[in-house]
């Protein structure tokens, strides 16, 4: 097996200012300065990404953004492409998050028109799935992620290739912003079901260097249990990576 390196990823959502977001990623830089084997990325709103990425210099973390249009350009009236997110500074963008498709109606078909697009600019995807609490009440949690990660890989499931570098994460819907986080069994269960996916779709090789992070109210006092799964590669985490005491407590796991 590859060893895979640990990523600790703050989505920011819709917050935190110019000023909060450089004082917190300016934190993180030194937080981190003298620290290896990790690797930590931020996701600010598009309007931030310029600052932050200036804020970053010549810091080791990466920027994401955290949604993307699949069109290189045009009347496309709010959106942004891949190309704009590389001129911002981005390397990584969050794609399918729980909150875009269900507040933004975000259907499978269109994450993986965007995940293409992201690859083919040379944009690293983070692709999110996860299911709600309805299903997995009902013991669908296996077939929503099934069809979830087909429909958004669809493009490389066709082509029987999907490039390692690509992120996935697994996200419950039922434990984003909610305090109540899966348990690390529950956690393992489920990315083992990814990782096995992987391998029936894409090969041992890429199954064994695909990232997969968990994210759903990861704290500084859940995440050493989470981490301590071999299949449970970061996480995506949200309100704790506000504040660099939290995100940076996330990251000294
Ligand atoms: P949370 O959000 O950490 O606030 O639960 C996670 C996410 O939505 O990525």
């Known amino acids: 097996m590859t060893a895979r390196t640990p990523l600790l990823a703050g989505n920011w959502k819709m917050n935190l200012n110019f000023d909060q977001s450089t004082a917190l990623v300016k934190a993180i830089a030194i937080g981190i300065r003298d620290f290896s084997g990790v690797e930590v990325l931020v996701a600010p709103p598009f309007t931030s990404l310029h600052v932050v990425r200036q804020a970053i210099g010549d810091s ?14 045009g009347a496309f009236t709010g959106e942004v492409s891949a190309q704009m997110l590389i001129e911002a500074g981005c390397s990584h963008v969050i794609l399918g998050h729980s909150e875009r498709r269900s507040l933004f109606k975000e259907r499978d078909e269109m994450i993986n028109y965007k995940v293409k697009s992201a690859v083919s600019a040379g944009l690293i995807p983070i692709v999110c799935v996860g299911e709600t ?19 958004s890989l669809k493009h490389f499931v066709d082509e029987k290739n999907l490039p390692v570098s690509t992120i996935l994460a697994y996200e419950p819907v039922w434990a984003i912003g909610t305090g109540r986080t899966a348990t690390p069994e529950q956690a393992q269960e489920v990315h083992v079901f990814i990782r096995n996916w992987l391998t029936e779709t894409f090969g041992k090789n890429a199954s064994d260097q695909i990232r997969i992070l968990y994210g759903g109210s990861v704290k500084p006092d859940n995440i050493k249990a989470l981490m301590s799964n071999p299949d449970i ?21």
């Open 60 to 73: 080791s973390i990466y920027l994401a953004a955290q949604n993307m249009h699949w069109e290189k350009d």
């Open 133 to 151: 609490l309805e299903e997995r009440e009902n013991s669908w949690t296996f077939d929503v992620i099934r069809n979830q990660l087909s429909g």
């Open 233 to 253: 590669d970061g996480a995506l985490v949200g309100g704790a990576s506000l504040k660099p005491e939290s995100f940076m407590g996330i990251i000294k796991f």
